[in-house]
């Protein structure tokens, strides 16, 4: 079985995970969590994947649909606080790259929930107005307007 890449770094982790832009009438799917903020569906990379390879898989791991990628349309470095119970309060640094998806006409994710202590998350559409907390949120504008290049993002909420 191949490892996750995010490995520990003094007190923190590094985090190396991707994410994927489905569109659909609209709308980006999000997981959202009972933390009370919606985030990308995707994961991370696995030891010996390629983020395209890690983002296919993923986005089939959680809807059930195999999608082709369409493009790379951002790298983000971030850095964060876990809020899992694992990781509560453990400081991360992650590089996510993010993806847009080649989204089947007949599109619909199986619906499902994941549960890690008493963390909840299961798939929802969310429509670029909504005033939920997104992350990522440069998907707002991403269905709006695409950008025509690769972006460099830097988020830290530390």
Known sequence: MKTDMCVACGEGFVNIRV????????????VESNRGYLYSVGGRIKMGETAQEAVVREVFEETGVKMNVRKLIAVQENYFYGDSPSKMGKQFYEIAFYFQMDVPKDFEPVSYTVTEGSVSENLVWVAPDSEKTLYPDFFREEIINPSKTVRYLLSDER
């Open 19 to 30: 994410g994927a832009l489905i569109v659909k009438d609209g709308k980006v799917l999000m």
